[in-house]
């Protein structure tokens, strides 16, 4: 709620006074909320939220006595866990360690929760969970109780297969942030980056080229799969905003042009099918119609939009310099791009229809601008900073800049989380290029994949 | 010499010199310039020693190997032209898609190949070293190809030979991460598609 109430000052503040932000912090909250909302009895921290393993339960109408079947053990061992890592990965509850848990004797049902133990260990909420197995798969349910109340704070029941036990527990963290604090959980996002972990070669060349295909993972790199298999050059995927498509650039063709997968249906579009020059680095417009693109097609690297099917292609630059690297901005109104128009890659940014162009940076090179959700109004990039590059963030309101990593190996291509909290980016700080996330402040660094080099990572919106 | 007829004639017939000039016994000199012929003979003086012979030896041992390669060449796979090129690569400098003078030199010697085996194809092939992020760098590899491709076609290479294609830094030709491996690699590289 404390985000929300910041979120919007935040935005009020750009379009109208800043003097207003106060009085709307101390407008008084919903009666609603403030009744399932968990709070430290500690002024200023999180509450601290502990997530012991679900209870596996046998199927319904087994006698009580039943053992439930491994399965259904596994897929509650697994949905406690996740869920720990998922409400840990937001940093808005203070996740108490999991091995201090073995002191707690283990909930044989959901209502004979020991409160008074999960008190000891300081908890301010518990969630409890139980999975159930039925004809068709699952019933996980599961409920937040307020350790101090023992009133229920959210409970709620899924049902499904059992094949994916970590989408559970994703689900119910989502669902737990946007109910406690009114936060968009972004457990069941994905990521896209390619890689040449397959060690395959490029055919028809005396080189030794190896190729890159398009991956796509979890957000905290679970379920590595992988998209493409023209055992080719497959760069620069992006994510539509409903996250059912993936445009790329592939050189399947020979010269490089954009591809749209539609990885649910299985099919393939070609918006810049026999489209002349290079046609690169496809970012989609937040509704998901248009796809900005840069393209030499009229003999030098310019940026243009184009319908998700090719049609109405405009040309929005018009400059003898390098433009590349497009990047909505969340309303779709503005552009933002890399132009070495100056002398060296600097980030720019112009309106949607090519009009109003201004220089936002001014670093010895920066490249690959990425808009981050509201409410945070920036736009992260790749600045050189020394031998390689580092990740910067600059502040649009106020024109601030702040740097978020430090000369460990080179730091690229970032991209943010849906919810503008996260980031996730190309580091060769671990040796080879492989993909991390960071949080918005430059904390909570992890690494998301670890075989062969992956490159150019893109978080679904 | 008119001056000299006019003085001689004096000035009251002016006129008549100039009719005299055009028939006037004196015209013959006019005539002498023409033994340009002599300088020629001053000439004589070093062909004592005239080793042209020396030249057409020169020029036989020449001859061999170039036919022999041209065979070499004509015959070859294009998989097996392309991993020994006739046409070698032109070279950068950090961030630019300017031609050398050494990267001209190398196009020059390019555009002789490609005129002798006026049938090929070629793409050529922009590469940048790892420096750059990769997404600029596929737009700096396109710059540097066409700028190769621009001064082939100032030499006389039609057009329609030469494709170009970015590939920035996605393909090294050296994997070292210091400035020896990254100036091999900021290069417009040539591979023939067809013969």
Known sequence: MAGAALALSGLAAQQQQPAQAPPQQQQPQQPTEISTTISSDQAGLPPRFAVPDFIALPGEGAASSAKPDAEVADAARTIGRVLWDDLNFEREFALIPRDVYSTVPAAKSVADVPFDRWRELNADGVIVGAVHKTAAGVRVEVRLFNVRSQQMAFGREYTGSIANARLYAHTISDDIHQQQRALRGIARTKLTFNSDRDGERLAGTVENRGVKEIYIADYDGENQRRVTTQRSLNITSTWSPDARSIAYTSYRRGPPQIFVSNIYQGTLEEPTKNGAGQNWLPAWSPDGTKLAFASTRDGNSEIYVMDRDGSNLRRLTNNPAIDVSPTWSPSGTQIAFNSDRTGTPQIWVMGADGLQQRQLTHEPYADRPTWSAAPFNEIAYTARTGPGNDLKILELATGAVRQLTFGEGSNESPTFAPNGRHLAFMSTRAGKAQVFTIARDGKDLRQVTKTGNNYQPDWSK | ?195
């Open chain 2, 1 to 195: 010499m008119r001056s000299r007829v006019m003085s001689g004639a004096g000035t009251v017939l002016v006129l008549l010199a100039v009719v005299a000039a055009g028939c006037g016994d004196k015209k013959p000199p006019v005539a002498r310039p023409l033994p340009p012929p002599p300088p020629p003979p001053p000439s004589a003086a070093t062909t004592t020693r005239p080793p042209s012979p020396p030249q057409p030896v020169a020029e036989p041992t020449v001859v061999p190997p170039e036919p022999i390669r041209d065979t070499a060449i004509a015959s070859a796979s294009l998989d097996e032209l392309n991993r020994s090129s006739p046409l070698k690569p032109a070279f950068f400098e950090y961030d630019s898609s300017e031609l050398t003078s050494e990267a001209q030199q190398v196009l020059n010697g390019n555009a002789g190949v490609l005129k002798k085996f006026a049938s090929w194809t070629v793409t050529i092939e922009g590469h940048c070293d790892e420096r750059g992020t990769a997404e600029y760098n596929l737009a700096l590899g396109e710059r540097r190809a066409v700028t190769t491709r621009a001064y082939l076609i100032s030499l006389g290479i039609a057009a329609d030979r030469l494709r170009t294609v970015s590939y920035g830094k996605e393909f090294p030709f050296e994997p070292g991460h210091e400035e020896s491996a990254y100036s091999k690699n900021r290069r417009a590289h040539f591979v023939v598609t067809a013969k």
